[in-house]
């Protein structure tokens, strides 16, 4: 053996062969073939297009038995809808019937109710009628005591007539009116100028409370409130006696026209 430690021998070769053997198949194993990848990815791709163009035809029979076959759940609504709308259409042809007949029937009542009324008043005319004149003969009778009291008669119970129909009281139409009376300028007597207008008198006109109101300047204007009855006072006659002042008044005009 010590002979043999000078030599130079490689006892353990095969270990290192094996060790290299290894290495170089792991490296094979780690190492992926580019031409291989690239054949599964096309692979894989053309799966992918042919598993598309499947599914697109079974869509399209699908849309298709669709189209060919009547929905029955659609019909049923459809008819559903047809049925509701003649219901309809039938009501509403009752409900006009119904609303004709009771326009009908008021109308009715109305003109029974307008028959009475008219009757009651031929009643209380011919009523009337003879009232007035009862007591005078109208063959002509001879007894002149008899007619003349038949005339005074008649007489009294006209002049009882009249005499009811003028207590009734008549409905006179009045209007509230506020007039703005402005001067000339802020050295007019605005005393004067208001005593001016109430001066101002006839039947159907009464006046009522006046105030004086800020307009510029220190110059007031007179608003002055009246009422008047409509059919003796109107407003343009009004307007133009108070114009008449003219030492006082400017102009007239018209703040608040109300009906009382």
Known sequence: MSVLMYEKVWLDKNVYNEAEKNYYESLNKSQINPLVVVGSSLASEVAKARQHIKNSLECMDSVASLTGVPN???????????QENSELRKAMEELRKLVISLQARVDGLESTEDKPQ??????????????????????????????????????????????????????????????????????????????????????????????????????????????????????????????????????????AFNKV
């Open 118 to 255: 008219q009757a009651a008043s031929k009643v209380q005319a011919a009523k009337e009628e003879q009232e007035s004149d009862d007591g005078v003969d109208l063959f002509g009778s001879d007894d002149e005591e008899e007619s003349a009291e038949a005339a005074k008669l008649r007489d009294e119970r006209l002049a009882a007539y009249n005499a009811k129909k003028a207590k009734k009281p008549v409905l006179i139409a009045k209007s509230n009116i506020i007039l703005d009376v402005k001067p000339w300028d802020d050295e007019t007597d605005m005393k004067a100028m208001e005593q001016a207008v109430r001066n101002i008198s006839t039947d159907g006109l009464l006046w009522g409370a006046a105030k004086l109101v800020p307009l510029a300047f220190g110059i007031h204007k007179l608003q002055i409130s009246c009422v008047v009855e409509d059919d003796k006072v109107s407003v343009d006659w009004l307007t133009e006696e108070i114009e008449k002042n003219e030492d006082f008044v400017q102009s007239v005009d018209i703040a």
């Open 72 to 82: 029955t759940e659609i019909n049923s609504k459809l008819n559903k809808l047809v």
